[in-house]
């Protein structure tokens, strides 16, 4: 049972946008942390994607946009290609735990 | 090349030791915080351990306390995870990490490619 929660599985169409949800408490989120988006192709390393919320690393396409509310922060990827076909986390830093933490990851499919 | 390469992994013994290294280039390396995370076979990602730049600051996950330490030498722009005790549980790949941001806000910008540690008798 992971700290931030995840879709297990989203799809989407090419061309299409598809968003990720990553829910968290008033420990984390809630409580003023950022977020921050990793992209894991297969059987590779993960890659930082999003990072403060919103902001995006150079080199990654404006297609992918971070936004967070309250407890909760979303991964939108718009413009879907196939090679967005990956694993997603999100991951914070939780106040009672006092360490960083992973939501479960989603997969994103690309029919 | 701005980079990160694990090694040390392999096959050990339920209640066996391990020594993990992670050899940094291309950047600073005594002026970041540094990271091993793990990912069990078809799991998510779960952070282990941190180490602060002058490893004056150093946690660790409820799971490997007690029985994993980390450690760097700046010197040798390396990173170490010793893992003692180690359970079937403790089967994942293992990454080395760049921590960036700031304190409550960290982030990992760089990853290494990983090392596979599997504990099966």
């Known amino acids: 049972q992971s700290v931030l929660t995840q879709p297990p599985s989203v799809s989407g169409a090419p061309g299409q946008r598809v968003t990720i949800s990553c829910t968290g408490s008033?420990?984390?989120?809630?409580?003023?942390?950022?977020v921050h988006w990793y992209q894991q192709l297969p059987g590779t390393a993960p890659k930082l994607l999003i990072y403060?919320?919103?902001n995006r690393p150079s080199g990654v396409p404006d297609r992918f946009s971070g936004s967070k509310s309250g407890t909760s922060a979303s991964l939108a990827i718009s413009g879907l290609q196939a090679e967005d076909e990956a694993d997603y986390y999100c991951?914070?830093?939780?106040?009672?735990?006092?360490?960083?933490?992973f939501g479960g990851g989603t997969k994103l499919t690309v029919l | 090349e701005v980079q990160l390469v694990e090694s040390g992994g392999g096959l050990v013994k339920p209640g066996g030791s391990l020594r993990l290294s992670c050899a940094a280039s291309?950047?600073?390396?005594?002026?970041?915080?540094m990271n091993w995370v793990r990912q069990a076979p078809g799991k998510g990602l779960e952070w282990v351990s941190s180490?602060?730049?002058?490893?004056?600051?150093?946690y660790y996950a409820d799971s490997v306390k007690g029985r994993f330490t980390i450690s760097r030498d700046n010197a040798k722009n390396s990173l170490y995870l010793q893992m003692n005790s180690l359970r079937a549980e403790d089967t994942a790949v293992y990454y080395c990490?760049?921590?960036?941001?700031?304190?409550?806000?960290?982030?990992?910008?760089?990853w290494g490619r990983g090392t596979l540690v599997t504990v099966s008798s």
């Open positions: 008033s420990s984390n989120i809630g409580a003023g942390y950022d």
């Open positions: 180490i602060s730049s002058s490893s004056s600051y150093i």
């Open positions: 403060g919320n919103s």
């Open positions: 291309g950047f600073t390396f005594s002026s970041y915080s």
């Open positions: 990490a760049r921590y960036s941001g700031y304190v409550g806000n960290w982030y990992f910008d760089l």
């Open positions: 991951q914070s830093y939780d106040s009672s735990l006092m360490g960083v933490v």
